[in-house]
């Protein structure tokens, strides 16, 4: 069974530095696709970055990065240059997409807390 | 190119009624996936549909049930409200199942 880990629950960092947002993901399906969304404290959730298990190049969209590391099963987001509106809750998902009736799941999510 | 929306955006209920819950996707997506949060379950997903057939089903009782329809819309209801049913439901699109999704901002259900 596929599974989203987030094992931080809450991370500090000042404005301008860059900071990493850990996830690890478990299952057994080669083909499977990792995404990053953002929900501030309004609620919706916003898309970030999506990396294919077959992607040979880690995804980049402007400030967001995701650190792929298919042999530890890891999929970490990095932020450049922290803003304070990156302050939100951060969540990592995946959606296998070799099984019939698997759906996208998500991490319990890390809360990022941008400082001046 | 508008994003998801949903209707109603606060909602306040008692135990035992009934609720129906809107979503209108971006335009051209047709697929419609359903999420409950909660402060203690997290992010649990309810119901997946493309081209109005229900593609996956999450781990929930019957009383959630969900549609969708030709113009890809999509409505979820909750019959026999109970007080666990307090959430944020959020809908969200894609262009097809395997996309990445695009959320609307919720629907925040109070059950008294």
């Known amino acids: 069974a596929q599974k989203i880990t987030q094992t931080q629950p809450g991370m500090f960092v000042q404005e301008k530095e860059a900071v990493t947002l850990d996830c690890t993901y478990d299952?057994?399906?080669?083909?499977?696709?990792l995404f990053w969304y953002k929900q501030p404290s309004s609620g919706e959730m916003i898309f970030l970055i999506y990396?294919?298990?077959?992607?040979?190049q880690n995804a980049t969209e402007g400030r967001y990065s995701l650190n792929f590391q298919k042999a530890r099963k890891s999929a970490n987001l990095v932020i450049s240059a922290s803003q304070l509106g990156d302050s939100a809750m951060y969540f990592c998902?995946?959606?296998?997409?070799?099984?019939?009736?698997?759906?996208?799941?998500f991490g319990k999510g890390t809360t990022l807390s941008v400082s001046s | 190119k508008a994003g998801v929306t949903q209707t109603p955006r606060y909602l306040i209920k008692t135990r035992g009624q009934q609720v129906t819950l809107s979503c209108s996707p971006i335009?051209?997506?047709?697929?419609v996936s359903w999420y409950q949060q909660t402060p203690g379950q997290g992010l649990q997903f309810l119901f997946e549909?493309?081209?109005?057939?229900?593609?996956n089903k999450g781990n929930f009782p019957g009383r959630f049930s969900g549609r969708q329809f030709s113009n890809s819309r999509s409505e979820m209801n909750v019959s026999t409200l109970e007080l666990g049913d307090s959430a944020l439901y959020l809908c969200?699109?894609?262009?097809?199942?395997?996309?990445?999704?695009?959320f609307g901002p919720g629907t925040r259900l109070t059950v008294l």
């Open positions: 969200a699109s894609s262009l097809e199942i395997y996309n990445e999704q695009f």
């Open positions: 299952t057994s399906d080669p083909s499977y696709g």
């Open positions: 990396q294919g298990s077959y992607d040979q």
């Open positions: 998902a995946m959606r296998e997409l070799n099984q019939a009736g698997t759906a996208l799941i």
């Open positions: 335009s051209g997506h047709r697929s």
């Open positions: 549909y493309f081209s109005e057939t229900q593609r």
